[in-house]
Structures are given as structure tokens and as C-alpha cells.
């Protein structure tokens, strides 16, 4: 008998409501066709015993009554049995109506027994069969014997006798015995049908028999399917060099299923369990056949044995079998994924993937084993877990409907979006009210750390995988009254959204990368990338300290660009964006020069039929990269001199600023710029303080906070003992003792940065004046220059003096005249 409180229920494609197990299973309600007949397996539960299974939207089915083949076969044997015990019992009782039972009188007398003479005789009249499966029910109209009689025992036994088999088959030419009603009580029935037996078999050549309906087993001795394939894995496991994961976003051991980062790692990790058994949980749980993938790894396939190296995976297992003689079955249904972790490529087709889920999406779309098609889209499919989330997700009857108010959504993806965006979240722990997910789980990670046990905060349930557990959170209510009220406390009637699906439909990521393309390969245009204030060529990420150097490489190193390659595939996301330049922005099939980018769209679309969708807006973001002189594409009156000021500019007035960090409450445009802000600013452990533990984002902080908080100069000089409090000041100190700094090529001059340099000799030799006033067309060097120019143009004198009331355009002319009155005031004695 199973014990049901030993069950705990991952998450999983399906669960089987007759025994508990995991996978994809046939539907109770469904019709199927097996040996040429039709089967519906909750008619034959109930027909056979009377049993209905309930329907219920929550659990891993939802909806849904699932049933395994392990309950299918024994269903069809009880239901075949039961048939077989109403058929035999129709025909008996029909021969018997039919008198074709002949009483002998030598073989039982009626005075052996103490009885009268006279008997009666027994009228037995054919039962009808109920066409509905089940029990028959006794006849109300049947006479009962009033008194059971004791029959004595035979007086002489036979001295041949043979053992009647169960349901043997009577010859037409076999007499039975018939007494009075009194004498056939269930001794009495069973002694005669004994000496009728040995009758029969005594004086005719009739050969006894056995029949059972029942099905061959399609596998040796009585082990199930499920034990089979445990046996096959733990030989494949403990005798080869194979090694078995999962995969949830990243690598999983396949015994402990704790996470692991690189694959050297994993391979280690799986072999410190040493060999595996077949009661280990992790085997225990593959009972689904087809249905339950095993993943491997075959980089390194050979036999831990005799070490002998083999290419593929069929060519060990038949070395196993036929070398050492271990009992592998290839008779049992293995579904055995095969990856290559060391390089992550196909098997197949030996392409390379730099993300382990980028090559399961390869393979399930490019090298499928199956063609499942959904009947409600036709949508196809590679695996049955694939077809059946698919069906849980998007055709559920009834709709998708959100607990929290009444609305029902087409999908189970905009139900899902419709709660993280219209609901609050509450903390299972303290039930403190979060407006996102992301501050729920910051506030979970700072007020309620994980121990490390696997065990529910609201049941004590104890889980096997973190993912367990995370699936049992979100059903578990705990308080059912409390949840209750807490429900009603949240509704709000403004929540409703009448129109929530989004009637604009997503733009393709291969449209994307299609319009990526065409505006590389027919124009002038420049894509780059800007990181760490340097940019960065679009194709083989190389750094280039200004614009100009890298056009120049870019065009040169690489004139075509292709979808095929990494730097269009990487366009992976909807709102995938890549800046180009178009300082010099040209046709290139017919050298016709254009103004702007929205003048060269149409002249591609109109003049060469360009495959350009308009419709996309975000795909490409132009820029005209002039050196110290970045316009805003959207006010061309803000000019910048560095590039990374522009883009700042552009975040904060030109954008839509909607993803928040949770640590400091800074607004980005995209994910990537939020991560990277969290790598740079929120990073822990960067530069820690070694006496109270403060964390710094970068050195110069720290040096800082070590020389205020606790007195220590910890900028220390490379060439001699001295130490100072900051970079600068140590820096300064290279320049000024050790005449050592970044040097100027033309007068000799040192500066404690590259970047001061670089800005002397623009300035100091080469007289550059890049940046002119738009009203009497001065030029200056740079934008601080400018704007203090521009002070002269408006008129406006903020700077006044508090003593004497006089105004001034520039702070310096300020502080020049309040040091006038300082002097008046304390005068310099002789």
C-alpha cells in the first residue's frame, strides 16, 4: 500500500491522480485508441468501480485529471477481469437453465446422506447481465433455504484425484449432481463440483486446463518499466564517465540539485556523490518514460572500467553489454538528451552557443525528435512537457481568472502580468504590503534571510529543491481566514482593467535584426557601442579612445555585416536598440548624400525597396559623432563635448525612465543600464575598509574614508615610505619628487591624468577652438568656456556684493572685489 505522507509533489508537467507520480500524462475524460477499441479511462473508473475523480483549478494539473500507463494497465486488467466474472456467470447460470447438468444416480445417493427419497427439482433460470459495469445485485424474488442441513462426509473417497483448476472448462458430455435447495450450501456445492470433477477426469479423456485473461508482460520477470530504467542509469552513471544535470537558467546537480556556475564545477561536483542507487530520490522520480528528459553530458565519454575512450553514447552502452556483460535493457524507453557542456555545441550540426538555453532552443527548433501539434492552433511542438505547458498556459476552458478581483484574461502570461502590475505583493513572513516584486524580494533578502533549510515558513513542509518550495509558496495560504481578509482589504474596484490585453502587437526580434541590417549594408551609417567612456566597435567589441578611430576601423576591418553574426544575434530582446553614427550619412547603392536618418529611410524604401518596417521606432538610435562637439539629436542646441555627457542628457530628458533601482532609486531606460549601474554603484565587497568593513564603490572613496574616519593615509608611494590621504595628493607627489606622471610630447610638462594631458595639448599647442557662440560666432575650446562667454549676450549680472551692492557677470570678478573690502576693513599695520 502506498504511503501517501512520504509523497511530496515538485513541480512537474503533470501528476497522475490514481497514483501520485510525476509526468505527462493521457487525460481521464479523453478518448483513446488502444488494440483497435476506444477507451475513456473515467468511464471505465466508474463503470468498474464506482469511483469519480474530482476536478480542482489548483495543483500542478489545474483543471485537468491525469492518469499514468502503470494505472492504465492495471484499469483495463480489473475491467477485463470483471467482464470475465459476468460472462462466466451468465453462461453458467444458462446452462443450468437449459438442463445440461444430468444428475448420476450411482455416484450420490440420497440415503448416504439421511435424506428422504424424495427430491426436488432445482428450476434455475438464466440471469439477465447488466450491460453497466459492476457488482450484480442479488434477485429480491430468490427462496432461501430455511434451514442449512449438515452434510456428513463422503464415506469413501477416490483414490485418484486431481486438483480442479479455477475456471476450468467443462466438456458438453459432463454430468453434475443436483440435490435438494436445502443441501446446496457452499460445502456442499464445493464437494460436489469435487466429485463431478473426478468423475469427469476418471471416465473420459478430458484434459484439465488452466486460462487467465491476461496480457503478457512485455519485460522479464515482474519489475516494472520504472525499475528498468533506474537499473539502466545507475549502470550508465557508475560505469562511465557520462555524468547527468538539470537545467533551470543555470546548472543543476542532478542528485542535490544545487546550483553551479561553470562546467568544470558541475563535473565535480556530480562525481563527489560517488556511485548512485537505485533508491536514490533523484532516479525515484523518472517515472514518466518519453515524458521525464534526462540530460547528459557526452564531452568526455569513456568507460570508467577499462578506460576505454568511445564517441558516442550508443557505442558505450553496447561496449557495456557486450564487453563486461552488464545487464543493460534496450528495451525500456530511455528519453536521454545528449548536450557537449565543454564548448556548447550541437551535436548535430556543430554550431556553437555561448548560453547552455540558447542551444536547447536550437536544437527543439532545428534537429526535433517529435512533431506534436497543438489541436487548438496548430502550434508545433518538440516535446510532450513543451505541447501540455503550452495548453496549460494559453487554452485553458473557462479563461484565466485573477483571485484578487473578477477579472479573466485570454492567457495564463497576461494573467501573470496583470498581478504584477494591477496587485500589490505581500510578504508571506510578516505580511507587509510591497508595491513590485523586486522590492518584496529586497525586502525578503535584508528582513528575512534564507537559513538555508528547505522547509515552508507556513506549514513547516520540508522540500527536497529550492524550486519545491518556491512552487509550494505560492499556494500555500497558511491562515485561510487571514488570507481571506487580507483579499478583501486589497481589492480595489479601480484596479479593473477593461481592456487589459495589449491590442498593439510586439514588434519580431527578426524584423529588428532585419532593419539592423539593411541600414548597415545600404548606407554611410556607423553602429558602435559606448561603454566606460570609450567606444567600442559594433563587431569585435575593440576600444577606441574617439570617434574618429573607430569609424576608421570599423570601415576598414569591417565593411558587411550579416544576421548570422554575433553582434546582430546578441539583438535578442523587442526593445533591442544600437546606436549609429551618421555625421556623414550617405546612400551607398546610389552615393546619393541625405540630410537625416528619417530622409534616408524613405529613400531606401521608396527608391530600392528596402524590407524596412517604420512601424519599429527603437531598433536604431542615430548620433552625429563630431569630435567635442555631440549634438542632441532631439535639441540641437545642446552641444557636448563628451559623449558619455550626451547620453546622460538623453536618459533624462528624452527618455522614458520606468525601470527603478531598489537600492538608491535612480531611473533607467533599459535593464542593461540598470545593471550596470548596480555593478558599479551597488556592487558589495568592492573596496572594503579592513578596519570597520565600509564598503566603497571605488578606490579614491575609500582612501578618503580611511583619512577622515580613522586617520590613516593609505595611498602609499610606490618609489619611497611616504603614504598620503588621496590618489591625487599621491599622484602629485610622483610629479613633484619623482618626476614621474603623464608626460606632454611637446613641452615636457606632467600631469597626474591622461585625459589633463591630452586637454593641454588641444588647448596649449594645437589651438583648437571647436566650440562657437551662435550669436557673434566666437569660438572657444570648450562648452565651460562658451557658456561663461554667453553671460556677456544676456545681460544678466547674478553675482552681487552684499556689502556695497554691486553686481558682476562672473564670481571670479566677485571674489576680486570682496577681497578690495577686506583689505579696507583690516588694514595692514607697519
Known amino acids: 500500500m502506498m504511503d501517501f505522507d512520504e509523497i511530496v509533489v515538485k513541480e512537474s ?16 475524460g479523453s478518448e483513446y485508441s488502444w488494440m483497435s477499441e476506444t477507451e475513456i479511462y473515467a468511464d471505465m473508473l466508474l463503470e468498474c468501480f464506482d469511483i469519480s475523480i474530482s476536478q480542482h483549478p489548483s495543483g500542478p494539473n489545474g483543471s485537468n485529471r491525469l492518469i499514468c500507463e502503470v494505472c492504465i494497465t492495471r484499469l483495463r486488467d480489473a475491467c477485463n477481469f470483471k467482464k470475465q466474472v459476468l460472462e462466466s456467470e451468465k453462461r453458467f447460470v444458462d446452462m443450468v437453465g437449459r438442463g445440461e447438468f444430468r444428475p448420476k444416480e450411482d455416484l450420490l445417493k440420497n440415503e448416504d446422506y439421511g435424506e428422504p427419497s424424495v427430491s426436488e427439482d432445482i428450476t434455475v433460470s438464466a440471469l439477465a447481465v447488466k450491460g453497466k459495469r459492476g457488482r450484480p445485485k442479488k434477485s429480491s424474488t430468490a427462496v432461501k433455504p430455511e434451514k442449512k442441513a449438515k452434510v456428513p462426509k463422503l464415506e469413501e473417497k477416490p483414490t485418484k484425484s486431481k486438483a480442479v483448476a479455477k475456471g476450468m472448462k467443462w466438456p458438453e458430455t459432463a454430468s453434475v449432481v443436483l440435490t435438494n435447495k436445502s443441501l446446496l450450501t457452499a460445502t456442499n456445492r464445493n464437494r460436489l463440483m469435487k466429485a463431478n470433477a473426478i468423475t469427469v477426469l476418471e471416465s473420459s479423456t478430458v484434459v484439465p486446463f488452466r486460462w487467465h485473461n491476461v496480457k503478457p508482460r512485455k519485460y522479464k520477470g515482474c519489475e516494472s518499466s520504472s525499475m528498468r530504467r533506474r537499473r539502466n542509469l545507475q549502470i550508465l552513471f557508475n560505469s562511465t564517465t557520462i555524468i ?4 533551470r537558467g543555470k546548472y543543476l546537480c542532478f542528485y542535490c540539485s544545487k546550483d553551479i556556475a561553470e562546467y568544470s564545477a558541475l563535473r565535480k561536483h556530480t562525481k563527489s556523490h560517488g556511485d548512485c542507487s537505485t533508491r536514490d530520490h533523484s532516479l525515484k522520480v523518472l517515472k514518466g518514460g518519453q515524458n521525464m ?4 553530458d557526452v564531452s568526455d565519454i569513456s568507460c570508467e572500467i577499462c578506460s576505454e575512450p568511445f564517441p558516442t553514447y550508443d557505442d558505450i552502452v553496447t561496449h557495456l553489454f557486450i564487453k563486461h556483460k552488464l545487464e543493460y535493457d534496450k528495451g525500456v524507453d530511455m528519453a536521454i538528451e545528449e548536450y557537449r557542456l565543454v564548448d556548447l555545441s ?9 548560453y547552455f538555453g540558447y542551444l536547447v532552443s536550437h536544437v527543439n527548433n532545428s534537429h526535433p525528435k517529435n512533431c506534436l501539434i497543438c489541436d487548438k492552433c496548430e502550434q508545433k511542438f518538440n516535446k510532450k512537457r513543451d505541447l501540455f505547458s503550452h495548453m496549460k498556459n494559453y487554452h485553458r476552458e473557462g479563461g484565466y481568472r485573477c483571485e484578487s478581483c473578477p477579472q479573466s484574461f485570454s492567457s495564463l502570461n497576461i494573467l501573470r502580468k496583470h498581478r504584477n502590475n494591477r496587485h500589490l505583493t505581500r510578504c508571506t513572513i510578516c505580511q507587509l504590503k510591497l508595491p513590485s516584486a523586486a522590492l518584496k524580494q529586497k525586502h525578503m533578502e535584508v528582513e528575512h534571510p534564507d537559513d538555508g533549510s528547505l522547509q515552508c515558513d507556513n506549514c513547516f513542509k520540508e522540500f527536497h529543491t529550492k524550486q519545491g518550495l518556491r512552487m509550494h509558496a505560492r499556494k500555500c495560504k497558511g491562515d485561510e481566514l487571514f488570507q481571506i481578509e487580507i483579499r478583501k482589504k486589497d481589492y480595489d474596484p479601480m484596479d479593473l ?23 548597415i549594408n545600404m548606407s554611410t551609417a556607423i553602429p558602435f557601442n559606448f561603454y566606460k567612456n570609450k567606444f567600442n566597435c559594433f563587431y569585435c567589441s575593440k576600444d577606441f579612445p574617439d570617434s574618429d578611430l573607430m569609424r576608421e576601423h570599423t570601415i576598414i576591418e569591417h565593411p558587411i555585416c550579416d544576421v548570422k553574426q554575433k553582434c546582430i544575434r546578441k539583438c535578442r530582446e523587442s526593445v533591442a536598440c544600437v546606436k549609429i553614427d551618421i555625421s556623414s550619412l550617405a546612400c551607398k547603392l546610389c552615393f546619393e548624400s541625405v540630410s537625416d536618418f528619417d530622409t534616408l529611410l524613405d529613400h531606401l524604401i521608396l527608391k530600392h525597396d528596402a524590407n524596412y518596417d517604420k512601424s519599429i521606432t527603437t ?3 542615430p548620433y552625429r559623432l563630431i569630435k567635442d562637439h555631440m549634438a542632441c539629436p532631439h535639441c540641437p542646441n545642446e552641444v557636448f563635448r563628451f559623449f558619455g555627457t550626451l547620453l546622460k542628457h538623453m536618459n533624462n530628458i528624452h527618455t522614458n525612465n520606468n525601470i527603478i533601482c531598489v537600492y538608491c532609486g535612480q531611473t533607467f531606460r533599459r535593464d542593461q543600464n540598470l545593471r550596470v549601474h548596480i555593478w558599479r554603484h551597488h556592487r558589495d565587497g568592492r573596496f572594503k575598509c579592513n578596519i570597520c568593513g565600509a564598503d566603497c564603490n571605488i578606490p ?15 595611498a602609499k608611494c610606490p618609489k619611497c615610505p611616504e603614504s598620503f590621504s588621496t590618489q591625487y595628493l599621491r599622484q602629485k607627489h610622483l610629479i613633484e619628487v619623482h618626476n614621474s606622471g603623464h608626460k606632454c610630447s611637446y613641452c615636457g610638462k606632467l600631469f597626474t591624468r591622461n585625459s589633463f594631458m591630452r586637454d593641454h595639448i588641444r588647448r596649449t599647442h594645437l589651438k583648437e577652438k571647436n566650440v562657437e557662440c551662435s550669436i557673434c560666432n566666437m569660438k572657444f575650446f570648450n562648452n565651460i ?13 547674478n553675482f552681487h556684493c552684499d556689502i556695497c551692492g554691486e553686481r558682476f557677470f562672473w564670481r571670479k570678478s566677485l571674489r576680486t572685489h570682496m577681497s578690495r573690502h577686506n583689505k579696507q576693513i583690516n588694514p595692514i599695520h607697519i
Open 13 to 28: 508537467p503533470g501528476l497522475c491522480r490514481c497514483c501520485l507520480s510525476e509526468g505527462c500524462y493521457k487525460d481521464l
Open 244 to 247: 547527468p544535470f538539470k537545467w
Open 293 to 296: 528528459e534526462i540530460k547528459i
Open 346 to 354: 550541437c551535436l548535430a550540426c556543430e554550431e556553437k552557443f555561448a
Open 497 to 519: 482593467d477593461q481592456n487589459y490585453e495589449d491590442p498593439v502587437k510586439r514588434p519580431s526580434v527578426k524584423q529588428i535584426r532585419e532593419n539592423i541590417v539593411i541600414v
Open 619 to 621: 531598433c536604431l538610435q
Open 700 to 714: 579614491s572613496r575609500l582612501y578618503m574614508h580611511m583619512a577622515k574616519a580613522h586617520g590613516v593615509k593609505a
Open 785 to 797: 568656456l562658451l557658456r561663461r562667454h554667453m553671460v556677456k549676450h544676456s545681460g544678466e549680472k
